[in-house]
């Protein structure tokens, strides 16, 4: 098995509310990755996650706030968000040590209002 | 630092004619090379990698690449193209040297593949 699962499929939300897109993969792979990808770009790394451990933060704005709860799970807690944030939000796992390839989800469609 | 250039920001081809898809990487150290597919409103789908080994690696779909250390590329290749593979195309590197954390991908701008009828 070689799916990473996300959800939900799309999301609407005003600037004020609180939100949370989740991630979950059961390949046993100990890294994690959120992405942000917009319109006709490349996708662009948000938080890297290592043994369940935030490891790389790309200077993410603090509205912003990833989890990792178990080995499987991930999760990105979006809160008084801005119309710019409105992207593809991408989930990625892959297994540690040597390189190796990332596994990606099918995306959150987020959209701010 | 690391890089890749996607040499073609779009493609378009003629179904059951060749594909050619072109990448060139810049790099301290020998990299791992990827190609991955995607498809609108879709996540990204692995095609194929080269770590390392075969130089001519073969992917899914029918898609193929080969890796030249002297021309720093790793372009994308298919010897008939069919509708299903219009789609955008990353090509993407992680450095080569060792170390037990997880690696950060360098992405391509990406190449959208148009296929005509």
């Known amino acids: 098995d070689t799916e990473v699962t996300q959800t939900p499929k799309h999301l609407v939300m005003g600037m004020t509310n609180k939100k949370s897109l989740k991630c979950e993969q059961h390949?046993?792979?100990?890294?994690m990755y959120w992405y942000k990808q917009k319109a006709k770009k490349p996708p662009e790394l948000m938080f890297v996650y290592s043994y369940e451990k935030l490891s790389i933060n790309e200077s993410v704005p603090s509205r912003f706030s990833p989890e990792c709860p178990n080995s499987s799970l991930l999760n990105l807690h979006l809160h008084a968000l801005q119309p710019e944030d409105s992207a593809l939000y991408l989930c990625?796992?892959?297994?540690?040590?040597?390189?190796?390839?990332?596994?990606f989800g099918p995306g959150t469609r987020l959209t701010v209002t | 630092a690391q890089s890749v250039t996607q040499l073609d920001s779009h493609v378009s081809v003629s179904e059951g004619t060749p594909v050619l898809l072109r990448c060139n990487y810049s790099?301290?150290?020998?990299?791992?090379l990827f190609w991955y597919v995607q498809h609108p409103n879709k996540g990204l789908q692995l095609l194929l990698k080269y770590t390392s080994a075969a130089t001519l690696v073969k992917g899914i779909n029918g898609f193929e690449a080969e890796f030249k250390k002297s021309e720093t590329s790793f372009h994308l290749t298919k010897p008939s193209a069919h509708m299903s593979d219009a789609a955008e195309y990353f090509c993407?590197?992680?450095?080569?040297?060792?170390?037990?954390?997880?690696?950060?991908?360098?992405f391509g701008s990406g190449t959208q593949l148009t296929v005509l009828p």
């Open positions: 990625a796992s892959s297994r540690q040590g040597m390189v190796k390839e990332q596994y």
């Open positions: 390949m046993g792979h100990r890294a």
């Open positions: 993407v590197a992680v450095p080569g040297y060792s170390s037990g954390s997880a690696r950060q991908l360098t």
């Open positions: 790099s301290s150290y020998s990299p791992s």
